[in-house]
């Protein structure tokens, strides 16, 4: 169980009132949580003792280079990757995946063809548009009504010719959780490589990436309580086959080979925080068995609040959930709907007017939203459940859809 009240504690900003004594409810955390004071902290303290650029012969230089080992380290726990050389850092998943993107098209043929989804966020899309310049062909998966991906329609377009799929392991518009095991399992005899979008998975639950027949997997941690950093996995050998945009006097070893200019060493700081922050949620010996432990406890929380929520959404006449129902654990605490008679829009001024920060719109999964017949109604309205949300709180937000 999570002990709530005292998870709260460490979130500064979650004791902010307006002027009418209200707290902010906070359920704008698929676009980015708050952090605890732990990563400030780490942020601040990097920058008060130990500011400095990389590989140099000094204190504060040394601590930097030391900092950095520790980040790969425990982005390697957190991903049950193979070992810290497996991890690169980035600004964002997006600027990552664009240039994995460039670097394999350096690899792959005219007529190769690469897999990605109609349910796909676009930065799951767009960089592999750079391979259409080479002559690869994109075939996209279709998305069901429900939210859904077509796994017939998926599985028919893996052939001879496909060099590698790219699909994320859930949806960040609807909460769907995609079927990406079963994906890396059929795989698993082929000669292509399978890329996984983590961004909205990894705040919610444990990943084993070595379980998964996966290739290459990205996340970012301002979506698990931690600042404005990406990270890509690489299964080991494989970035070092490559050849990414780079200079010359760069590291041209994996995983820096990726890894462009200089990177943001506080933030960097702030992202081991916030894994510390994770594990000290859960228990065991080594970090990666408090990480799995802590991620039980916060799957379970979030997923009773979310199915709350969406349970009481139903009740509304007026309102119509997208993505598939909570019976399955099939669900991430993502829960997106319309209303009939207002936009997504104007829901969430309603919703920000009694200090509930939601998001409405297409959130980038534009195709997705496209698909659904949503975009000229404005997209739907996102209400995303984290660690520090209450049952209390979600109780709050039924009241004023109510009223709505
Ligand atoms: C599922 C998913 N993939 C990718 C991204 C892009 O991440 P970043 O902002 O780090 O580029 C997001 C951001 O919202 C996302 O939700």
């Known amino acids: 169980m999570i002990n709530s009240e005292k998870i709260r504690e460490y979130f500064p900003s979650l004791s902010r009132i307006d002027n009418n004594n209200n707290q902010i409810i906070y359920l704008d955390g698929p676009g980015g949580t708050q952090v605890p004071i732990q990563v400030i902290e780490g942020i601040s303290q990097y920058y008060i003792r130990s500011n400095a650029n990389t590989h140099g012969e000094f204190a504060t230089s040394k601590e930097t280079d030391f900092m950095m080992d520790g980040l790969r380290g425990r982005v390697s726990d957190m991903l049950g990757s193979e070992g810290p050389n497996t991890i690169s850092i980035g600004q964002n998943m997006t600027t990552l995946n664009y240039s994995l993107a460039r670097a394999l098209s350096r690899k792959f043929k005219e007529g190769d063809e690469v897999i ?57 518009a609807f909460g769907t959780l995609n079927d990406f095991i079963d994906i890396g399992s ?40 931690g600042p404005h950093v990406s990270f890509l996995y690489s299964r080991p050998g494989l970035l070092d086959s490559l050849s990414p945009d780079r200079l010359v006097v760069q590291d041209q070893e994996a995983p820096y080979i990726i890894e462009t200019g200089t990177l ?115 997209g739907v309205t996102r209400l995303g459940v984290s660690v520090y949300n209450t049952k209390q709180e979600i109780d709050k937000v039924i009241e004023v859809i109510s009223e709505i």
């Open 116 to 172: 990605i989804t109609e349910l796909d966020h676009e930065a799951n899309r767009g960089p592999w548009r750079v391979l259409e310049e080479v002559g690869v062909k994109l075939v996209e998966v279709k998305l069901l009504e429900s939210g859904i991906l077509d796994y017939s329609d998926f599985k028919n377009k893996i052939n001879d010719k496909t060099v590698m799929v790219c699909m994320g392991m859930s949806s960040n």
């Open 186 to 225: 059929h795989l698993k005899d082929k000669d292509c490589l399978f890329l996984l979008d983590a961004v909205h998975y990894a705040p919610h639950f444990s990943i084993n990436v070595q379980e998964l027949n996966c290739d290459f997997m990205l996340c970012s941690a301002y979506k698990f309580y």
């Open 264 to 378: 943001n060493h506080a933030a960097c700081s702030g992202v081991a925080s916030a894994i510390d922050f994770i594990s000290s949620i859960g228990e065991g010996d080594s970090l990666r068995e408090k990480l799995e432990s802590a991620y039980q406890k916060i799957s379970n929380h979030e997923f009773e609040l979310a199915k709350h929520l969406y349970d009481s959404l139903q009740n509304f006449q007026k309102i119509t959930v997208i993505g598939p129902d909570f019976s399955s654990k099939k669900r991430t605490p993502t829960v997106s709907f319309v209303h009939n008679d207002f936009s997504p829009q104007e829901v969430c001024k309603k919703l920000a007017s009694k200090n509930i920060c939601a998001w409405d719109g297409h959130f980038y999964a534009l195709k997705a939203i496209q698909k659904l017949g949503l975009e000229s109604k404005g």
